[in-house]
């Protein structure tokens, strides 16, 4: 719903979920230096061919793409963030976005490729998430794992309000956003240094266009923005469900501005599944970040884009005259 009220925006432009933006970061040591052209048009034959990118469902000519990338600036951001901004180009809009839930755990990553990037972060009642990951058709992990997720979010979350520069964090409740669409996007509008647009407040209107049609799992997308949903987990959640989610989640929950059901304690075989589920989780994220430290020893060429005047101005290239007019703010 995020995703489709910044589409609409008229000098915005948010693609479907791809898949190709992290898995090129942890495979960056395969594809060498992206200052050599051959390097570059390898790594963008694999975004715009692999078909598990999902590169198809952006619409961009997959030959113009890696034809832009060779001849673009050689960073490993440049190359992954002219996918994006071709995909914006398709519209006429000069700023582009990206989401998928999972990028809360690589922020430090996404600066890394994107110095000027601002982080919209959307919080829901973790009780309602929990709910709706259980039903969704692609999710094949158990209810442990899917509270285990929210608590990481909004961890993450706090981290990033506390630590990321002014103007880089935006964070806003689902719950706010569904009761009043104009006041909250007026106010997400103002962070990223936009104007607000009426047309926000109706993303039914985009989505036939811009929700793949395989992802019958967003069909309220195609209808009016509404609170209704808020607090189903109240009949889609087992009372074992619930008790569990507040007795891991409440503080957090709480904090957020969510009321407790009072449900009974948890049981303790409840309790202990959760605690070795966070805990393999912890641990497998861990592993990835010793990995990605060692990668970083052994970086085979620059990672920060350079498509932006921003993105220049902080890597301290000058905006070549013949291409200024392609170059935005951010």
Not at 266 to 295: E, K, N
Request: glycine share 6%; with cysteine.
């Amino acid at each position: 719903m995020l995703q489709l009220m910044l589409h609409a925006h008229p000098r915005v432009a948010v693609p479907p979920e791809t898949r190709f933006l992290l898995r090129a970061y942890y495979g960056r040591r395969a594809y060498g230096d992206m200052r050599q052209a051959a390097n570059r048009r390898r790594l963008a034959e694999w975004v715009a061919g692999d078909q598990a990118t999902r590169f198809g469902e952006l619409g961009v000519d997959p030959e113009a793409y890696v034809r832009r990338v060779a001849e673009g600036p050689g960073s490993l951001g440049s190359v992954l963030g002219e996918a994006f901004r071709s995909y914006a180009g398709r519209f006429g809009k000069p700023r582009w976005g990206d989401k998928r839930p999972a990028y809360f755990q690589h922020v430090e990553v996404l600066l890394r490729l994107f110095p000027d990037a601002q982080f919209v972060h959307l919080v829901r009642d973790g009780r309602d998430c929990v709910a709706s990951l259980k039903e969704m058709p692609w999710y094949t992990l158990d209810v442990h794992h899917a509270i285990a997720t929210w608590a990481e979010a909004v961890d993450h979350g706090r981290r990033h309000a506390g630590r990321l520069p002014a103007g880089t964090y935006h964070e806003l409740r689902y719950e706010d956003l569904t009761a009043d669409p104009e006041r909250e996007l007026n106010r997400l509008c103002a962070f990223l240094r936009e104007e607000y647009d009426p047309a926000m407040c109706e993303p039914r209107r985009i989505a036939p266009a811009a929700v793949p049609a395989r992802k019958v799992w967003h069909g309220n997308t195609h209808r009016e923005v509404t609170p209704a949903r808020v607090g189903s987990w109240q009949i889609r959640l087992e009372p074992w469900e619930i008790a569990l989610c507040e007795e891991v989640l409440g503080e957090r929950l709480q904090e957020h501005g969510y009321e407790l059901s009072g449900a009974s304690p948890a049981l303790p075989r409840h309790l202990l599944a959760y605690r070795r589920t966070a805990a393999r989780r912890r641990l497998a994220q861990s592993r990835q970040r010793a990995r990605d430290w060692v990668d970083r020893l052994h970086e085979p060429g620059p990672l920060a884009a350079m498509l932006t005047s921003g993105q220049l101005a902080l890597a301290q290239v000058p905006a070549p005259r013949s291409s200024s007019a392609q170059l935005v703010d951010r």
